[in-house]
């Protein structure tokens, strides 16, 4: 698979994953629809196609989100010409901080903060000449590019880190042998590439990764099963898992999976993941799992459809997505109504404590049918009683 095929394929899983997810709207239509009158954005929209992919919040005045805004060509029947978006909160509002743009286009998906001068943000990156993953890291005063030599990562989809010196990305590459996962970690002072067990040998793609110590970590995704090369391949979801020595695959309670998105690792004895099973008639349903420290299980959450999740402790927790906010109090998840337009879509969400919680992504304010739609980025915030949107 070529770059170019690469992105439409990764645009494709998220068209497949929104169609199931508008069902899931559809089944809470009503709640939904009592949403829409939502106050104005304050989030910047530089361009069109403004989306939100990545948040990490550090305390009730600080906190980063990080998109992508479109600049040219901007239909998704074309290849679009996008630039990284990165936007800060001092407890009041939002504002634009400039970042590095390397290519063509530019992406950004993912954040994570370690400290007020020490965050990563993660993408890829694309250009007449050459293209790879995007790095950036934030210093406390400037974000910069930072470089690495590894030609075959195409994408950085996720970043974690428990430490400065234990910082996880993960994403997918392409080699002779297919489009591959990739995962490479930061030790404080440098990038190296970690070997990756591979559950196809044609297509597999990491699309979240997190890491709660330096011998506990998570990454989810998605490989093609069967009938790879033909018009009506099969695909299914998969996690790996890191013991302080290798990645291994973790097998799933489920056969019907289509894909995981998501995961957080809360201990060693704790995680969830999130993503879709295929349902009949093709329509895609949700899928929560969560790992005991031996095994992983699937968890009823009815006509939820997470497909972000964030936790600050092991009683506290969010699931975050277009059919509504779900909560977790350390014994049962339970349904939180929030006030966001109707074709919204939450790619992210991030917490640092039970009174502190921020959802971001997109939302069509306008042309919604049309190949050209107006989107625009969208932030929720949690103060320990209610979402607003900011």
Not at 72 to 90: D, E, F, G, K, L
Not at 110 to 115: D, E, K
């Amino acid at each position: 698979m070529n770059r170019k095929n690469a992105l439409l394929f990764r645009r494709a899983v998220g068209v497949a994953a929104m169609s199931g997810m508008l069902l899931a709207s559809a089944a809470v239509g009503v709640a939904h629809a009592a949403t829409s009158g939502a106050a104005a954005p304050q989030t910047p929209n530089p361009g069109k196609f403004n989306t939100l992919t990545g948040v990490a919040a550090l305390t009730p005045s600080n906190a980063w989100t990080v998109g992508t805004y479109c600049v040219a060509h901007c239909s998704y029947t074309t290849a679009q010409t996008t630039r990284s978006m990165i936007v800060h909160w001092n407890g009041k509002t939002w504002s634009r901080v400039p970042s590095p743009n390397p290519g063509v286009s530019d992406l950004l998906e993912g954040l994570t903060a370690i400290s007020p001068s020490d965050i990563w943000a993660v993408g890829y990156y694309s250009s007449l000449t050459t293209s790879g993953p995007l790095l950036l890291h934030w210093n406390g005063k400037t974000w910069s590019q930072v470089n690495t030599n590894f030609t075959d990562f195409a994408n950085v989809s996720s970043i974690s880190a428990s430490s400065a010196k234990n910082v996880w990305a993960a994403g997918y590459g392409f080699g002779s042998n297919g489009t591959h996962t990739e995962i490479i970690h930061w030790n404080g002072s440098a990038w190296s590439k970690i070997p990756t067990p591979r559950p196809s040998k044609t297509l597999d793609l990491l699309f979240s990764v997190s890491a709660d110590s330096s011998s506990d970590a998570w990454t989810v995704g998605q490989y093609c099963a069967s009938a790879c090369n033909t018009s009506t391949p099969t695909y299914h979801g998969f996690t790996l898992h890191w013991n302080g020595k290798k990645w291994s695959l973790a097998p799933l309670p489920v056969t019907n999976s289509l894909t995981l998105t998501a995961v957080d690792a809360v201990s060693p004895k704790n995680a969830w993941a999130v993503g879709q099973v295929t349902l009949s008639h093709n329509r895609g349903g949700a899928l929560l799992l969560h790992w005991n420290g031996k095994k992983w299980s699937k968890v009823n959450i009815g006509t939820a459809f997470p497909q972000a999740l964030a936790f600050s402790s092991a009683s506290s927790g969010w699931g975050v997505g277009p059919a509504g906010f779900l909560h977790w109090n350390g014994r049962s998840w339970s349904s939180v109504s929030v006030r966001a337009p109707l074709a919204t879509d939450f790619d992210s969400a991030s917490t640092d404590r039970s009174s502190d919680a921020w959802a971001v992504g997109s939302y069509c304010a306008a042309k919604c049918t049309s190949t050209a739609p107006v989107q625009d980025t969208i932030t929720m915030h949690w103060n320990g009683k209610t979402w607003t949107r900011k």
